[in-house]
């Protein structure tokens, strides 16, 4: 399977947006905006349909992210000061609601629409909106989440052909990593 532009350029972008991100550049959700209609486009043409939907998701909560970051940007005393992690309560509700969540976008797939993998890519797809959701929240979590959710979408890249995303994701996934590390280092100087 050849590589298509569209992957090329999106998953440079996602790699972009995600160094950004760690760095806390408010230039992340530019770079991830782009990557995200160009990643829509092969997800659509590989019938990954809740892989598709995610990426319109990605979409508003990247308006989302950008006006919230912008917004933290002119309240908080300093950067640092904005992040924090989820309390026990709010992780478990994280957790309820990627399970339902991924089980009823499965459950619709797989009714009504000729998906292929339905449900576990609707588990990947909850995940990842579980994590974006985070990270426009600014929550140190959100890294964890992307942790889970890059090294599963390895699985059905490589089930699809889809290489160069197997190598993304697994580049995203370490990159997760360092994020976490990064954004645990500063909220410990906190």
Same mark, same amino acid.
């Given at each position: ?17 995600? /160094? ?5 550049? #408010? ?9 995200? =209609?160009? $990643? ?7 019938? &990954? ?22 917004? %933290? ?9 904005? *992040? ?7 992780? @478990? *509700?994280?957790?309820? @609601? ?5 089980? &009823? ?21 909850? #995940? ?6 985070? %990270?426009?929240?600014?929550? =140190? ?6 942790? #889970? ?17 197997? *190598?993304? $994701? *697994?580049?995203?996934?370490? #990159?997760?990593? &360092?994020?976490?590390?990064? /954004?645990? %280092? %500063?909220?410990?100087?906190?």
């Amino acid at each position: 399977m050849s590589l298509s532009m569209e992957e090329v350029i999106s998953s440079v972008l996602a790699l972009v947006g995600v /160094w950004l991100t760690i760095r806390r550049s #408010m230039w992340c959700w530019a770079a991830l905006g782009i990557s995200t =209609i160009l $990643f829509g486009i092969v997800t659509l043409r590989g019938k &990954l349909y809740a892989d598709t939907a995610l990426q319109v998701i990605y979409l508003a909560t990247c308006i989302y992210g950008a006006w919230q970051w912008w917004r %933290q940007s002119h309240t908080a005393a300093s950067p640092e000061s904005e *992040i924090t992690a989820l309390t026990p309560y709010h992780r @478990f *509700i994280a957790i309820v @609601f990627t399970l339902c969540a991924g089980a &009823l976008v499965g459950l619709f797939l797989d009714i009504y629409s000729d998906a292929d993998i339905p449900y576990y890519d609707s588990l990947c797809f909850a #995940m990842s909106v579980t994590a974006q959701i985070l %990270q426009a929240k600014k929550k =140190i979590d959100n890294w964890l989440w992307w942790i #889970m959710a890059d090294s599963a979408y390895c699985l059905i890249y490589w089930y699809k052909g889809y290489y160069s995303f197997v *190598i993304l $994701f *697994i580049i995203l996934t370490a #990159m997760a990593y &360092l994020g976490y590390r990064e /954004w645990k %280092q %500063q909220l410990s100087v906190i």
